[in-house]
């Protein structure tokens, strides 16, 4: 792990990450840092396989969901960022991240996983920094999330702020 670990903490190595990256026709598939062997690579184009994407989940201890319904959250989704490794012939899906969005105003980020293997490499910082990005791309210049309180630093540090201008996120739940 510590080969990811220095790969993306290091300002050398964002460059070359950068010239590493590969996009194909449509601009949403992209690799960072590569060995002879060993790539990251994150897509919005790659169909995700809900069994695979439950076991990235289950890895993390999160409650499984009726498959049925992630299907369709999926297929609802603004945007759709999975992240892989890929090893030689074989690719792993490492993690995860969707948006819903109102397409013009606003979005909301949900399901942001990293596989344990992976974690604290930085790999969950860019997957992140690929999903602003890409809605930024779109216009969309509301980005709200739902932040676990173990995770609330995680994302205050790459911009979130929690209750800008005292506005408080409500919930409302069956009873
Ligand atoms: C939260 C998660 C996505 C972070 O991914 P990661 O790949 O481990 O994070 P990174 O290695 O990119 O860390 C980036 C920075 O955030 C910090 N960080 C990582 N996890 C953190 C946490 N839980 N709390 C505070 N800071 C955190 C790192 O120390 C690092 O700081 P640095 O830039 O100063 O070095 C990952 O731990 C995960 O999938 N957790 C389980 C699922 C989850 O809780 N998702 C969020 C649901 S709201």
Known sequence: MSFWKSLFSTADVSTTARSNVVLNGTDTLSSIG???EQQIIFSTEREVDLYDLEELCDAVGWARRPLRKVKTAIQNSF????MWEQKGKKTRLIGFSRATSDHAFNATVWDVVVHPDFQGCGLGKELMRQTIERLRRADISNITLFAD???????????FMPDPEGIKGMFWYPD
């Open 34 to 36: 590569n060995t002879n």
């Open 79 to 82: 945007l759709v960022l999975s």
């Open 149 to 159: 309180p173990q995770v609330v630093d995680f994302y205050r540090n790459l911009g």
